[in-house]
């Protein structure tokens, strides 16, 4: 039985660090690398982040793929995509990384750092009135393992603070909104949205024009989902506006963003090169031990891929 890793020891760690954390967690897994597979019959799991399937082999006994990526929608629809299921590898309490990343935009933004260091280069000693925690509604879109711990700690210092997701869902800890019917409730109690939506067909541009009006005069933005998740054009013309008043950005489409891009120099806008988190080979390998253990008693993939939906 083998685990083949493909290119994630090129970008996180290396080979040896990659077997030697198997080893700790499950030592009768024989770890390969790609294009090294070996006896093809042997393989039965497979763990990337953006495969090509065109350009690897048919696994005939392959059981689960794992995905390191928290977005599935580069390959989930591809052809030649085996039919094993597919699973995210994502620590089950969120990561420290994101959530910390996610509160640093919500403080700065909400305490107007931008605005702080525009008066600095123009050599002015800003008096303004500072905005408490309970003024600033914080509404995230999207509320999975990586949005539950920042939206939680945000809530800890004060901040109102509600969700949006797809389906109804029960919870003591936040208000939760779901569906196209109550998007336009959500957005409106709004000051600070953070977006971290799967991309799916439903959710691609889903802040646009028709969705920055919904939301309170002077709102703000912060996108650590896709970059796709916003059009572009919309978002500069709702900043020149005035209907938002600052947008950091994280996820950007394309990526790298092209030099000729307007978000680059805008004075309302922060872009980041898509650093929000980079997990750990520990991390990963705990993840991927857990589900191999789950499936060799029987149970199911952890965080399993609906193929359907997306995510």
């Known amino acids: ?31 390969r690398m790609w294009p090294e597979a070996g006896e093809l019959a042997d393989v039965e799991y497979l763990a990337f ?20 990526s928290a977005g599935v929608e580069s390959f989930i629809n591809h052809p030649k995509r085996p039919k094993a299921p597919v699973g995210k590898v994502e620590p089950p309490g969120g990561d420290p990384m994101m959530t910390e990343y996610v509160v640093m935009h919500v403080l700065r933004l909400h305490r107007d750092m931008p605005g702080y260091q525009a008066a600095q280069a123009r050599r002015d000693w800003r008096r303004t009135r ?5 003024e600033r509604r914080v509404g ?21 603070v509600s969700a949006w997701v797809r389906t109804p869902r029960q919870t003591a800890e936040l208000p939760i909104f779901h569906g196209c019917g109550q998007l336009e409730a959500f957005l409106g109690q709004t ?15 889903i802040f646009c024009a028709r969705t920055f009006a919904m ?11 896709r970059g796709k998740h916003v059009v572009e054009a919309d978002l500069i013309a709702a ?29 309302k806008v922060t872009v980041m090169p898509h650093v929000a ?6 991390q990963l390998v705990t993840e991927i031990a857990a589900n191999i253990r789950s499936l060799r008693t029987g149970g199911r993939l952890l965080q399993e891929v609906n193929a359907i939906l997306g995510y």
Request: net charge negative; hydrophobic share 45%; proline share 11%.
């Open 1 to 31: 039985m083998a685990l083949l890793i493909i290119d994630l020891h090129r970008r996180i760690g290396n080979a040896q660090e990659w077997r030697n954390t198997f080893a700790d967690k499950i030592p009768d897994l024989e770890i």
């Open 49 to 68: 982040m953006h495969p090509d399937f065109d350009a690897l082999p048919v696994f005939p006994n392959l059981k689960a793929m794992f995905s390191r």
């Open 191 to 205: 000051d600070i949205a953070v977006c971290l939506l799967p991309l799916t067909k439903e959710t691609e541009g």
């Open 130 to 134: 500072i905005i408490r925690p309970e």
């Open 239 to 267: 900043l020149d506006s005035g209907q938002l008043s600052y947008a950091a950005l994280d996820a950007l489409s394309p990526e790298p963003l092209p030099p000729e891009s307007r978000l680059w120099l805008h004075p």
């Open 215 to 225: 939301m309170p005069r002077g709102a703000m933005l912060v996108n650590v989902g």
């Open 140 to 160: 995230f879109l999207g509320f999975g393992l990586m949005a539950k711990e920042p939206a939680l700690v945000l809530k800890s210092l004060g901040f109102p």
């Open 277 to 282: 988190r980079r997990p750990t080979v520990s």
